[in-house]
Structure formats: C-alpha cells, structure tokens
C-alpha cells in the first residue's frame, strides 16, 4: 500500500462551481437556494474532510447491515466525505419518476448532526419535526455531485436524515415515497434480497429547486421525494462506510496537507484553496504463528468486527469495534488508506 496518497480536491472544484450555481440562482430571484448554497459552499470550505476510497468501500460488505448503523456518529459536528465513484462492471441507469440518472465518477457527501444546539442550515422547515419524532437526534447526509456530461459540481435538491433510532417497528408497511424507492433498486438490479431496512426520512435543502422537480413530475410530491432520495442513495452508503470504520478501535487518522506554493498561487488568482485531507490509517493485524495465508483457510477479505462485551476472569469490558485483515489482498481494490505498523 502506497504512502503517497494524492488528494482529488473535489470540495475545492465544488465550491468554484456552486459559487456561480448561487449567483445564477439569485439573478433567477431564487433567493432560498441560494442562501442555503452560501451555507453548503461555508461547510463544504471550513469542515474537516475525509478521503475515501473508490465507491466509499471501506470494508466488504454486500449491504448496510445494523453493525453499520449503530456506528453512523461523525467524527465532528459538520463532516464531509469525498471519493471517486467508478464502477467496473457496466451499470444500467435507472429511471426515477421519469428521469434518467446521469453518470456521475465523483461524489461528495456533506454530513452534519442534528442536536439541540447545533443547526448549521437554518431555515430548514423538516428540522422541528425530525427533533420532535426523533429525539436522540440523527444525522443529516446531503449529496453533492459531478455531472460527468456537465463537466460541473451539481448539488442535491435534498438529501437523507438518518436518526440515530433506525430500527422500524414490526409490522410498519413503506409509505408511498419508500415503496416507489424500493421498486426503482429492485428493477436496477440494485436491491439484494436480504437487505438491511431502517428508518430514514427525506429532507429538502434547495425549496424551489424541489417545486421544480415537482411540477415535473406532474405534482406528485412522492415521486419527486423518491428522487430526491435515490440521488442521495450513494452517498448515505458512503457516509454509513466511513463512520463504520472510523469508530473502529484499531483506525486513526492522518493528514495530507496541500503543497503551500500551489494554493499561494490559487490565492492570487481568487480561486478558492486546496484542502487538507484526513486519510484513513489501519493497523495491519498481527499473523497467527504458522498462518500460511492461502488455501481453503486463507485470511478472510476486510471486514467488520462488531463490537462486543468479553468477560475476563475479574471484570467485564466492552470491545471495541474493529476492522479486521486490513489490507487484505482479497479486500476492496484500490484503497485510499495506508496501513501502520501495529502501535494501534
């Protein structure tokens, strides 16, 4: 695994080309959006941002599993997520309320905690009730994309609240919206079948823009709703990756920086700077004395261990969660992390 790890800075791309969205907003008289852009391009400049690796794949897993949302907890208040987004098998668009997604290689996923005292949109009518149904709180995923046909940083009309309660009750039937959202993966080819379900709410950033999508889809607000949250489908899977693993014992952090005379030179044009990057840091785990490696009983792919309790002969303790066989050769290709020794 390669140490010279090269930052994409999609967020500073990003922020050049919502900076002219914005302003073409607020010459349309779209004033909502593009307040609420201003917001999106201040988070987007000043949260801490994490590079991960293609698609977000982190650890092997087919589907999001409970595991993986019970560790949905951002390493800070507003976080964002950003990695390339190629797939190597041929995947057929899917259609969605009548539009057709468009390629889109390179994502950025916006995050941020809902709290008590901690609202960085403001102005968003969805948050007084998310607070009042749940109350633990939850967190705020919205989707900021590249149009590959475009050649610009779009972003999303909303995106996706995940509470921290994201189990459904037994016997809870999908709401219009959730079902039409289910059958649009399940005729993609995009739906295992022993999927993982939980709770998560629909949230819209950018009103006009969604009145637009509406009166597109003829008024059926479901429909626009099942749109706006499929466009959020892969960055939500991002997130829940990144803090699944981040919250792991054995991962830490470590920064790469920009170069200093390359964003003195963006800085005397106007032009918005390079970021520092957190990248993952994994222990390698330790080989078991006369481990081969290979045949029948070789080391499994990268995964994740759930966190448990171990009662020891004087005590209880709670295990961490932990990324097991990092770096392996069977793992996910094309990691953008770097593995340490074993000082974890």
Request: overall charge neutral; some cysteine; aromatic content about 8%.
């Amino acid at each position: 695994m390669s140490d010279a790890i090269t930052p994409v800075n999609y967020c500073t791309h990003a922020i050049e080309d919502l900076k002219e969205t914005m302003k073409g907003a607020r010459a349309r008289g779209l004033t909502v959006t593009a307040a609420h852009l201003e917001t999106v391009i201040e988070m987007l400049a000043t949260a801490p941002k994490f590079l991960l690796p293609n698609c977000g794949e982190l650890i092997d897993t087919e589907n999001v599993r409970e595991t993986h949302l019970e560790l949905l907890r951002l390493p800070y208040p507003v976080t964002v997520f950003e990695a390339p987004w190629r797939k190597e098998e041929f995947v057929p668009a899917a259609t969605v309320a009548g539009v057709e997604e468009s390629l889109s290689t390179r994502r950025i996923a916006l995050c941020w905690e809902m709290t008590e005292d901690h609202t960085p949109v403001r102005g968003l009518k969805e948050i007084p009730v998310f607070r009042q149904h749940y109350r633990e709180g939850g967190v705020f995923i919205y989707p900021i994309y590249y149009s590959d046909e475009l050649k610009t940083w779009n972003p999303g009309v909303g995106g996706t609240f995940v509470p921290r309660e994201f189990r459904i009750p037994e016997g809870h039937k999908p709401t219009r919206m959730t079902q039409m959202m289910l059958d649009v993966k399940v005729n993609a080819g995009r739906l295992h079948h022993n999927s993982f379900q939980y709770f998560a709410e629909p949230f819209v950033l950018l009103e006009e823009l969604f009145e637009m999508a509406v009166a597109q889809s003829q008024g059926d607000v479901d429909a626009a709703l099942a749109r706006l949250t499929y466009d959020a489908n892969d960055e939500v899977h991002m997130a829940i990756q990144a803090c699944a693993v981040l919250n792991c014992a054995n991962v830490g952090t470590v920064d790469v920086h920009p170069k200093p005379a390359m964003n003195a030179r963006r800085l005397a044009m106007r032009r918005p700077p390079f970021f520092t990057y957190k990248v993952l840091q994994l222990a390698a785990g330790k080989v078991a004395a006369g481990e081969k490696g290979s045949g029948s009983h070789s080391a499994p792919r990268t995964h994740l261990r759930r966190g448990h309790i171990r009662r020891l002969e004087n005590r209880v303790t709670w295990v961490r969660p932990a990324v097991v066989n990092a770096g392996s050769e069977r793992g996910v290709v094309a990691k953008d992390y770097r593995i340490a020794g074993n000082e974890f």
